[in-house]
């Protein structure tokens, strides 16, 4: 299988500008470029923050960058989002049965689960016991198989206190009650951090790319949320039963791509010149 993992997109009205950038700018110059490498995706998933202001116009605006995409898409809210405004534009967007929008998706390398950890009103993540007991269910459901879990909230801390402060306000009621089915969890895919980060939690390997917007300044002492305009990236993996291959591609920094091995730069050549020229 091969996924794309998009976050914090952060959509405004159309020519509205995020911090001086456009971003659905941003958006269609990462668009244009999975429709040259990757248009044979299997799945597309945005881990939240889609929109800025989490207004309708905002939505409409995704809604229509995404149009030239015809892989299957999930959708996950976060900090910056509002169900109410999203779920009037996707209307077709899986929700669980209290209007949250996770969902799960089984697939033959096992369940895919999308949690919501968005709430209105706090930039924080948000999982109260009626979602875990949803999450929970779900685990249950597909005993014996792996799970792959999307959210937007990180669980734990990064060591980034800008992006630790707002992080999962419930992170240690979450981790006690999925503690169990950890060892089921091949990987989890997260945003809000806009930052590209990798790394493992509890035995479980994550994954993160810097966002298609702004990024946050990557900063270990101040506690300030800052941004800055590092290259925007999407995550491309690549998942089979004995892998999971995380690829971060800033799409912006393309250049034509140069040989390693020919020319005044062979290696082997000019390592024997500089040999016989003692």
């Not at 990180?154 to 306000?169: E, M, N, Q, R, S």
């Not at 999925?178 to 060892?183: G, V």
Request: glycine share 8%; aromatic share 10%; charged share 25%.
């Amino acid at each position: 299988m091969k996924l794309i993992h998009l976050t914090d997109t952060h959509l405004t009205a159309p020519g509205e500008q995020v911090y001086g950038i456009d971003p659905r700018a941003r958006l269609d110059a990462c668009i244009a470029d999975i429709q040259r490498h990757h248009a044979d995706a299997d799945l597309l998933v945005l881990t939240g923050n889609l929109t800025h202001f989490g207004d309708r116009a905002g939505y409409e605006n995704l809604r229509a960058g995404l149009s030239h995409l015809s892989m299957p898409m999930r959708f996950l809210l976060g900090d910056h989002d509002r169900p109410d405004a999203f779920r009037k534009v996707f209307r077709d967007a899986k929700v669980d049965g209290r209007g949250n929008v996770q969902s799960v998706m089984d697939t033959d390398l096992g369940r895919f689960i999308f949690a919501d950890t968005s709430k209105t009103g706090t930039h924080a993540g948000w999982y109260d016991d009626e979602r875990l007991d949803w999450l929970d269910e779900r685990f249950r459901e597909s005993e014996g198989q792996p799970v792959f879990l999307f959210m937007h909230h990180p669980p734990f801390k990064l060591g980034v206190p800008a992006i630790d402060a707002t992080g999962l306000i419930q992170g240690y009621e979450f981790v006690e009650r999925i503690a169990p089915h950890l060892p089921r969890v091949r990987h989890l895919f997260f945003g809000h951090a806009q930052r590209p980060v990798s790394g493992s939690w509890r035995g479980v390997p994550f994954s993160t790319p810097g966002g298609t917007c702004h990024q946050m300044a990557l900063d270990y002492a101040d506690a300030r949320p800052r941004g800055v305009q590092e290259a925007p990236a999407y995550d491309v993996a690549f998942i089979d039963a004995d892998s999971v291959i995380v690829h971060t591609h800033a799409f912006l920094a393309e250049t034509e791509p140069f040989s390693l091995s020919e020319g005044a730069y062979s290696f082997w050549e000019e390592q024997e010149r500089r040999r016989a020229a003692g």
